[in-house]
């Protein structure tokens, strides 16, 4: 848990080699800091996390860089790692991906450099592959197996908890890109995977991934901003729930929280993180954690 944090502080990694490369030594890659005083650059992140492979790309936005440090960003396919935390309690490792784009452009009396990426976008749009696999293979050990051809992923079988199927005797082949070999698997026997900060993750579509502490959002511990229910026709069912908190980099996507609400305590419970999005500003108020976990009618 997180007690009574104060000085918030954004680092910004890049470089020098790309993600699928494995990044390369943080030592000599562009360092981008931020903590909200003058000595800081102004740092913004939007962060998006889904349990699937098409999640929206993540904005960092920086303020007012000079000529030759915007330059030296546009490099393409360069790893991008983000830690966030707090002076007192230490950065901690939010965000890892290649980048797509940066953008420079002005607002108002700013100078604004978007730097737009996706996680494992670089292993995923390189890794190539030719498989077949025997009648009575485990899907967990088609999972894996696939995994591993990812360029610059770590894959962990602790990571991938789906169930225990056997292929029959025609067993599975496939050739082309790893990502849609998996998403062929995927579709048919309803799991889901992605890769966050550079490890490969997949689970059943029905449970949450295991492993670590369960966060809690609640407003005794002052995380809490909203929560609300998501709410469908017909008769208005209820579908999942929307929790708004203050940042919390000890959620993740695929894995539960546990929701503690004073003002709807009817939706008081642990749910599982579909979607992630993380967003907050060194110069501003702006610091949220934003959850949205669906229920399987």
Not at 167 to 176: D, E, K
Not at 216 to 237: D, W
């Amino acid at each position: 848990m997180i007690e009574h944090p104060f000085n918030r502080q954004v680092e910004v990694l890049i470089g020098p080699l790309p993600e699928w490369k494995g990044g390369g030594e943080q030592s000599r890659a562009v360092r981008l800091f931020g903590d909200g005083t003058p000595d800081g650059l102004r740092l913004k992140f939007d962060i998006h996390k889904h349990m699937v492979t098409t999640a929206s790309p993540t904005v960092i936005s920086v303020y007012n860089l000079g000529p030759g440090l915007r330059n030296a960003l546009k490099k393409s396919g360069a790893q991008i790692a983000l830690s966030i935390g707090w002076q007192n309690v230490g950065l901690v490792s939010v965000f890892k991906g290649s980048v797509l784009a940066t953008v420079t452009y002005r607002s108002g009396a700013d100078i604004v450099t978007d730097i737009m990426s996706l996680a494992g976008y670089g292993g995923l749009s390189r890794s190539v592959i030719t498989k077949a696999f025997s009648g009575g293979a485990r899907l967990k050990d088609l999972i894996y197996n696939i995994a591993k051809e990812l360029q610059g992923v770590t894959t962990d079988p602790k990571l991938i908890d789906v169930s225990d199927t056997k292929f029959g005797n025609q067993g599975w082949s496939f050739a082309g890109l790893a990502s849609e070999g998996l998403d062929k698997l995927a579709r048919v026997y309803g799991f889901s995977w992605w890769i966050d900060k550079g490890l490969f993750h997949a689970v059943d579509d029905g449970r949450p991934l295991k492993g670590g502490s369960t966060p809690v959002i609640s407003g005794k511990n002052g995380f809490l901003l909203r929560a609300e229910p998501m709410l469908a026709s017909p008769f208005q069912q209820k579908t999942g729930v929307t929790i708004t908190s203050l940042f919390n980099p000890f959620v993740e996507a695929g894995k539960s929280i546990r929701l503690e609400s004073e003002n709807n305590p009817d939706l008081d419970g642990t749910y599982k993180v579909h979607t992630l999005r993380h967003d907050g500003d060194t110069h501003s108020s702006q610091w949220n954690t934003n959850i949205q976990s669906w229920i399987v009618l």
